[in-house]
């Protein structure tokens, strides 16, 4: 399982090598305090044979001072190294540590459990591709468990392992691991990642750390290493969209100009057209300069030095972007922020704000929610306080070129720094949209006078819905474009009307040749589009019919806009989960390829990002299904729900 060869005797050179090029993976251990994460760390490295002989003569000696397990050996202080960690027996500090086996090489941030350190865990996290979440088996989840499972899915962590421990203290009770993993998953529902796991393990005694042990028999699958060894995470990284913060100009001597930084994602060959931003000015790369001399290609992360065929004004914090694939430019966007500072936020003060390689000034404008880490409800709260988060409005005093964090950490992630002290005070994952104030304006807007009022109808719901067989729904179908939307709305509609149920298609596109002509194709425009198809859907729901709405509808907060004018019990989201590759090759009218080119700008899945609903009532993979399975599996829904009668 170690890292050893029998080329380190024979040949070194081959060893070397070898070792190179095995794939790296950074994963960090989180979870509330006492709940095992050094333990954890401490067993991976013995198990795996990776502590010098003198090291664990020290762990075994400092083991009856400081440790924690009546005098045996402690593996928590191979990662509680500072002096009040071993006193108290906790981490507080993130420690890292490196270990490598025959397919990978590994750095493991162990993090503290305290919710006084939760700042040095996000911290810990944010260069992470895989989290092990562990639970105490005899406390189930905890506050902190939440709270670090909010920041991973916040910080776009794609794969977890929920790993619970101490089952040596439940006597290894399946029926303990099946509660805390069903009372795990009615929590996580509600967050993005998809990629989850639970292993029952015991990280003192060993059992399902490195090998599986007796002690569980009644659990069939892999082991802790297992799977940090065989997780997929090669399309993890974004190789799509080239972004290229400059950090450095490189003037050596006059024949020579160069720009350096470290490809933030995306893939560069010299010849590639690229412009710069924000003075979109545009060269051609000439060549991709290395220590090792120059190369046919680069891609994240590597740091190289670009040099262009242009002598073209670049200075440090400007971004080289492809041509047809660019970033958003602006001043103005919502952030997920995670207060690090026990000053809490003040709105309107002048903070730094530090993006890519660019540092600018700037404020946070208003706190627009507070989320509650036990539910991830949204309240509402004047400020942050230390640990807190929430979701802001910023607005910078110079535009910068930023993605969303969702789709690119590179671009989409920034510090807030307080001006007078330079103390980082926050870590902000910037959102999907940009703060959009006029288009959240027709949302909020009340009636232009105090003397409207609502009239009602002599005709009840439950008279309606007794007529039609049917309870008033809406559903809203959303996806790619080429995901399928319009044509599985009308694919229902016509088996609803066959069923003999009341029914009408609200067609975003068909909204857009009437009562949305006046609309364009910015993030306003579509959320004002989606507002007016939303209030026609209440009408439409009012008077008792099923309103079969099919919109692209990118952003979440948008959707979940909807949802509340239409009413959340009479509101049914389907995701057309189509990847956009798939839709690419749908895409009959090229639209998809405009984009690419630059002539289609603000189009989800190429030049802004998609938000993938978070908890849909149906995914439909529709690159696996037919549209009449889609139809029927919709229909099922449905009716299972009360809401039709077939």
């Known amino acids: 399982m170690s890292h050893q060869s ?55 000696k400092d083991s009856v001072t400081h440790g924690t397990t009546g005098g045996k050996f402690d593996p928590a202080l191979l990662t509680d190294g500072l ?140 082991t802790l290493m297992h799977m940090l060894e065989n997780v997929y995470i090669g399309s993890d990284r974004n190789l799509q969209d080239f972004r290229f913060p400059v950090q450095l100009v490189n003037r050596p001597h006059l024949d020579f100009r160069g720009y350096c930084g470290t490809i933030a994602s995306g893939v560069v060959r010299p010849g590639d057209e690229v412009m710069v931003l924000p003075s ?129 950490q590179g671009t989409g992630g920034l510090i807030v720094v307080d001006r007078l002290t330079n103390v980082t005070v926050a870590a902000g994952m910037i959102l999907d949209r940009s703060t959009g104030e006029a288009g959240a304006a027709h949302w909020e807007t009340e009636p232009s006078s105090a003397k409207l009022h609502e009239e009602a109808s002599n005709v009840t719901a439950e008279e309606r819905a007794a007529r039609f067989g049917q309870q008033a729904t809406t559903v809203l179908l959303t996806g790619l474009t080429g995901a399928g939307k319009t044509t599985i709305a009308y694919a229902l509609e016509r ?34 589009n989606l507002r007016r198809g939303a209030e026609v859907a209440r009408l439409m729901n009012d008077a008792g019919l099923l309103a079969i709405c099919a919109f692209l509808a990118p952003n979440e907060e948008v959707r979940n806009r909807a949802r509340n004018v239409i009413g959340a019990e009479r509101f049914f989201e389907v995701y057309l989960s189509a990847p956009v590759e798939v839709c690419r090759e749908r895409d009959q009218d090229g639209m998809y390829a405009q984009a690419d080119a630059g002539e289609i700008r603000n189009f989800p899945g190429v030049s802004s990002p998609y938000e993938e609903p978070v908890s849909p009532d149906l995914t439909l993979p529709t690159h696996e299904l037919s549209v009449a399975e889609c139809v029927e599996q919709i229909i099922q829904q449905l009716a299972e729900r009360g809401l039709i009668t077939t």
């Not at 066959?498 to 006046?518: F, H, P, T």
Request: contains cysteine.
């Open 495 to 528: 088996r609803l009307f066959e069923l003999g149920r009341a029914c009408a298609v609200l067609d975003g596109q068909n909204l857009r040749m009437g009562i949305s002509k006046d609309l364009g194709f910015t993030a306003d425009e579509r959320s004002e």
């Open 83 to 222: 002096r009040a960690e071993r006193e108290q027996g906790i981490t507080i500090d993130v420690a890292y540590r490196y270990f490598s086996t025959k397919k990978r090489k590994f750095i493991i941030a162990d993090t503290p459990g305290h919710e006084q350190y939760t700042r040095n865990m996000a911290t810990g996290a944010s260069t992470c591709d895989l989290a092990i979440i562990l639970i105490d088996a005899r406390h189930g989840v905890m506050t902190q468990t939440k709270r670090h499972s909010f920041i991973t899915s916040l910080l776009g962590i794609k794969h977890i392992l929920v790993a619970i421990n101490k089952m040596d203290l439940v006597d290894y009770s399946q029926e303990v691991y099946e509660q805390i993993k069903s009372d795990y998953e009615n929590f996580a529902q509600k967050m993005t990642p998809k990629d989850v796991h639970f292993i029952p393990i015991s990280a003192l005694q060993g059992d399902n750390v490195v090998e599986p042990g007796d002690n569980m028999p009644w659990y069939g699958g892999s």
């Open 6 to 60: 029998d080329l380190i005797a024979t040949d070194i050179g081959a060893y070397l090598a070898e070792h190179e090029q095995k794939e790296l993976l950074r994963f960090l251990t989180c979870g509330s305090v006492d709940d095992g994460k050094s333990t954890l760390i401490g067993t991976l490295l013995y198990e795996s044979k990776m502590i010098y002989e003198d090291q664990l003569a020290a762990i075994q």
């Open 280 to 408: 979109r000015k545009t060269s051609t790369v000439k060549s991709i300069v290395t220590f090792d001399g120059d190369r046919d290609e680069a891609f994240a992360p590597q740091a190289v030095t670009l040099t262009l065929e242009d002598e073209i004004d670049v200075s440090r914090g400007d971004m080289l972007v492809r041509t047809g694939n660019v970033p958003t430019v602006g001043q103005k966007f919502d952030a997920m922020l995670v207060w690090m500072s026990e000053d809490p936020m003040v709105p309107g003060k002048e903070y730094w704000i530090k993006h890519t390689t660019k540092t600018v000034s700037g404020q946070v404008t208003t706190l627009r929610y507070q989320v509650d880490v036990n539910s991830l409800h949204r309240t509402q709260s004047p400020t942050l306080g230390l640990n807190e988060i929430g979701r802001c409005a910023i607005t910078l005093n110079q535009a910068i070129a930023y993605d969303s964090y969702r789709r690119n």
